[in-house]
């Protein structure tokens, strides 16, 4: 079951499910692929967490103040990740993943995320390397 959905295609390029998530980086477009997925899925989370915020009340606003401030600084970091493929906007990105792993309970969203985090760090070091691909 599980060779099956590794050996499907991702839409519209020419990458298995395993080349495309688990493999190693081997080209620029690959990486660019990856770096554009992943700060795609972090823009959603930190609108995702804003969301969360508007509708959800809290008696401190110091609370909600801060996790308004984490969102926009995760939408702020994914879209200079989008933009300009920044090595910083990466390592950021997974040390404010990491903090949100080990200071929660352990869910799988969480690893997923994290997971995401250190592929766009290994992405942007491939795509930012002076050899040829």
Not at 72 to 95: D, E, M, N, P, Q
């Amino acid at each position: 079951m599980f060779k099956k959905i590794l050996n499907k295609k991702v839409n519209k390029t020419n990458y298995t499910v395993k080349e495309y998530y688990f493999s190693k980086i081997k080209s620029k477009e690959l990486a660019t692929r990856s770096i554009k997925d992943i700060s795609i899925l972090f823009i959603g989370f930190g609108l995702f967490g804003l969301l969360m915020q508007y509708f959800s009340s809290y008696e401190d606003y110091e609370t909600y103040i801060i996790k308004l401030i984490i969102s926009v600084i995760f939408i702020i970091l994914a879209g200079i990740l989008f933009k300009w493929r920044s090595r910083l906007a990466a390592i950021l990105i997974l040390l404010m993943v990491f903090d949100v792993l080990i200071t929660t309970r352990f869910h799988v969203i969480n690893l997923i995320f994290f997971l995401a985090a250190i592929r766009s760090v290994q992405a942007t070091f491939k795509f930012h390397n002076k050899e040829e691909t």
